[in-house]
């Protein structure tokens, strides 16, 4: 028997109409640990890397984390991956709510999708038995309203349903996978999931989830259970409000408006605007968020209450959370009631929240610059929120000037010409970013930024705090019960780190610490992604109630696998090696790795550049980002080593000696 | 008549306070599992959480009696301008659908508040349910001995359900065939 994990994943070739439940190697479970981990290994296996993102040979993988369906608090999250239309490489996109456990129930890992159906479809899931079933009549319905009618039509209200909607349908980048509570934004999965003619994915199950060591294992969630308790009643002091509690950022929750509308950037993620609040604002945005939330609500196993349902004024509801509730609003020069319906029509269409704003500011900017006419905005409204509704629409619906929007900024930008490249200032590896502009070079993010694969800062950054304490006291205070440390050091070097000086910004942390210090932010939330974990009980807030010491316990008793820190260390060390590989593979260098370059005022490239270098070579990869052959074979990914050798990608011996000098 | 106390275990529902997590379903389940905690399902929860979001709808609902044969009416209400249909807050497992049963079996699921030796401080939707949407209460209280009914246990239930499908004499047949077998 299989613990934890089903030990099945569900196999549908969209193109021949068929489908397969096949059964998995327990092996590769221990290798690389479901989830993101065991999806990369099939990405790398199945997805040769001349494989464009719209065609046949690509596959879209809907997974469930390792321990999704156990008992664990908070571990909901469906990791999906396929290739990004707006990236070009391996993209992987998490989303919370309740499929994840849905489709552990219905006895499986992951449903996996390859081929492309010629009619619009939607798949429906229950136990066992799999149909394709017409979905004709769902054609450009939202996303959220695609799952009502679902759910009615087969008289299933417990079905767990993830659609897109009209921009999905029609491959816009940016599209996103709605669930309800949650979705999968980044990367442009969701035009994936419209190119494979796939409209909806529909699971119920009612099977056994087993577990190894079942008293074990609930003595743990017992104690993480706990410290949430013990979180939620101490929040960390000296850190902003966001920062100082658990779960997915509280944006719901948390009135921190003024902080975001003045330290993040407006428009096309060009204006700060410092003394934006004041107390006016502060009374009438606090009036809208009550008057249009209606409830906090939690995703599968979890007390958080992250997101809420939102009623605009005659408008459906939706369920929000995190920081699009601001990035309509900031994007359109605006208020937050305008933000907040937008986000409405955004959710159905099944749009990117954080790409969708940009796009439509920097089409305002071009037609500002002249760079792009009048005439390629036929019918466009005077007043500036309509023009946002109206961008919203061309592009989801690739009208007009919207066809190429609909591609992002990157690839819209190149497409116009005529110096539009300019106004695309805000991505990293082609996909837009956070609208944040900054002072001082930060290493530390530096490297976050750069090397990030997740495409989002927020999928990468978490336990070392963003900025340092101001005094001697507060540090001491915030080490004192820092129990998520992987290893002692990293307190001393928060005891050390000051706002000036010489342990200050950009040249402290130093080198090697801020390899040590990304390395370890990185890793969690890797192990969250193969876990399944949210990476707002882990990952990503400060002292959270997962952390590299009590992981190998969960998986131990949970799936039965034998499993201890270094192990654990050294598997997820494995699997985000092989999810670079699958993008080195795909020809992603090192001159992809950057921030924007107006991220910071103060730059330092030869730091920079010697930074770059360092974390590299930390991280097992040459000068140029590869990973080398002798840490791949380290890794047991001797394979990955053989064809980066066969395509000349790595030559033989070529890093040892650089290796060996450095010892 | 002769008195004794007993207690009467309740467990309040405030529905304001649920978000819909479904913690509450997934350790029902799991405690009713065997070996107990050992597997999870919430399709065999003794609680079931009725979440329509977009409705702001969330109601936590107890199994109840079984019961053979379906209501007739269908009615339904308005409450603070939302519609509930009146089958949903319903405690029954009813043949009318597929809720508070076994889901391989059709066996019929009632909460038992958990009753176990040695005894729980609380029952286990409740330790689960951090947000405090279900409270847990204890109260004494004088019966009449004779009154006091002598509980139904699980099995009792199951072989309620099984007569009423398929009459008390092929259960006994089955029965008797299986006890054969077992020799
Ligand atoms: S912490 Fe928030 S986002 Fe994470 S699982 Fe809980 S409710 Fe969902
Ligand atoms: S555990 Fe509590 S909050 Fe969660 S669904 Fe059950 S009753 Fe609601
Ligand atoms: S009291 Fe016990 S049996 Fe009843 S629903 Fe709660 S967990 Fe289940």
Not at chain 1, 290 to 314: D, E
Not at chain 2, 156 to 171: A, Q, R, T
Request: proline share 6%; glycine share 8%; net charge negative.
């Amino acid at each position: 028997m299989r613990y934890a994990e089903t030990g099945y994943n569900l196999e549908i070739d969209l193109t021949r109409g068929s489908y397969d439940r096949v059964e998995s190697d327990v092996v590769d479970t221990e290798l690389y640990l479901g989830g993101l981990g065991t999806n990369a290994k099939i990405m790398w296996d199945r997805v040769p890397p001349e494989t464009e993102p719209f065609s046949e040979d690509n596959l879209l993988i809907f997974s469930a984390g390792l321990l999704c369906g156990t008992p664990a608090t908070g571990c909901n999250r469906t990791i999906i991956t396929t290739l990004s239309p707006q990236t070009e490489l391996m993209c992987f996109s998490m989303m919370g709510g309740f499929l994840a456990p849905e489709i552990k129930y219905a006895g499986y890992d992951k449903i996996i999708l390859s081929g492309k159906s010629k009619d619009l479809v939607y798949i429906w899931i229950n136990n066992d038995k799999v149909e394709i079933r017409d979905a004709s009549h769902l054609k450009g319905k939202g996303a959220i309203e695609t799952s009502k009618i679902i759910c009615e039509e087969l008289n299933e209200p417990k079905a767990q349903v993830a659609a897109i909607g009209a921009a999905g349908e029609n491959r816009v980048y940016f599209a996103s996978i709605e669930q309800g509570r949650s979705s999968a934004s980044r990367g442009g999965i969701g035009a994936v999931m419209g190119d494979k003619g796939v409209k909806a994915i529909v699971v119920r199950g009612t099977k056994d989830i087993n577990l190894a060591e079942p008293d074990r294992y609930f003595d743990l969630c017992y104690e993480v259970m706990d410290y949430i308790r013990f979180r939620n009643e101490n929040p960390i002091p000296n850190v902003m409000p966001i920062l100082a509690g658990l779960g997915s950022p509280q944006e719901m929750k948390v009135h921190d408006e003024k902080w975001h509308t003045e330290n993040f950037m407006w428009g096309n993620s060009r204006v700060r605007r410092r003394d934006f609040w004041n107390e006016e604002i502060a009374k009438d945005w606090e009036e809208t968020m009550n008057s249009m939330q209606r409830r906090l609500i939690s995703c599968y196993n979890c007390p958080m209450t992250c997101g809420a349902t939102i009623q605009p004024p005659g408008m459906d509801t939706y369920m929000m959370k995190c920081f699009s509730k601001l990035t309509y609003t900031m994007a359109a020069f605006s208020d937050l009631e305008f933000g907040l319906g937008i986000a409405q029509a955004a959710t159905e269409h099944g749009v990117d929240g954080f790409s969708a704003p940009q796009v439509m500011a920097f089409a305002l900017e071009l037609l500002e610059a002249g760079i792009l006419k009048p005439e390629d905005f036929p019918g466009l409204p005077e007043e500036n929120e309509g023009r946002f509704y109206y961008l919203l629409d061309m592009i989801v619906n690739r009208k007009g000037i919207g066809n190429i929007l609909a591609n992002g900024t990157y690839w819209a930008a190149k497409e116009i010409g005529n110096g539009a490249e300019e106004y695309a200032h805000n991505n990293i590896k082609k996909i837009e970013q956070l609208p944040l502009k900054l002072g001082m070079m930060n290493p530390v993010y530096f490297l976050m930024y750069s090397t990030g694969e997740k495409m989002n800062i927020t999928q990468i950054e978490g336990q070392f705090p963003q900025a340092p304490f101001a005094t001697v006291e507060e540090r001491e205070a915030f080490v004192k019960d820092w129990i998520q440390v992987p290893d002692d050091k990293f307190k001393d070097y928060l005891m050390k780190w000051e706002f000036r000086g010489e342990f200050s910004n950009p040249y402290y942390p130093t080198i090697d610490m801020c390899c040590e210090i990304v390395d370890w932010m990185e890793m969690m939330h890797y192990i969250d992604d193969a876990l399944g974990m949210c990476a707002g009980l882990s990952s990503f807030p400060l002292k959270p109630p997962y952390h590299i010491h009590n992981y190998p316990k969960f998986i131990e008793a949970g799936s039965g696998i034998p499993m201890d820190e270094e192990k654990l260390t050294k598997a997820v060390k494995r699997y985000r090696t092989l999810v670079r590989a699958n993008n080195i593979r795909r020809g992603m260098r090192r001159a992809d790795e950057k921030p924007p370059e107006n991220h910071w005022k103060k730059r330092f490239p030869e730091y920079e550049a010697e930074l770059l270098s360092a974390y590299y070579k930390f991280k097992g990869w040459n000068d140029d980002g590869i990973p080398t052959e002798e840490s791949l074979r380290d890794l047991g990914l001797g394979y990955v080593a053989d064809e980066f050798l066969a395509k000349g990608i790595l030559k033989a011996g070529a890093d040892a000696p650089q290796e060996s000098a450095s010892e | 008549m002769a008195k004794k106390t007993k207690t009467v275990k309740s467990i309040k529902v405030n529905a304001d306070l649920c978000n819909g997590c479904r913690a509450c379903e997934m350790a029902c389940s799991a405690f009713h599992s065997e070996p107990k905690y050992s597997s999870n399902n919430p399709a065999r929860s003794r609680i079931s959480v009725i979440r329509r979001p977009l409705e702001d709808i969330y109601v936590p609902v107890y199994a109840g009696e079984y019961t053979p044969a379906e209501c007739l009416g269908r009615n339904s209400y308005i409450l603070d301008g939302k519609e509930y249909k009146e089958c949903e807050f319903c405690r029954a497992s009813c043949p009318s659908r597929g809720d508070f049963k076994e889901p391989d079996s059709g066996l019929p699921l009632k909460c038992d508040m958990c009753e176990s030796i040695p005894a729980l401080d609380e029952p286990l939707c409740v330790k689960w349910c951090m947000v405090g949407a279900l409270e847990y209460e204890e109260r004494e209280v004088e019966v009449d001995e004779e009154e006091e009914q002598p509980k139904v246990s699980e099995m009792e239930l199951g072989l309620e359900h099984l007569v009423d499908k398929f009459g008390l004499h092929k259960v006994a047949e089955s029965v008797a065939r299986l006890t054969k077998k077992e020799d």
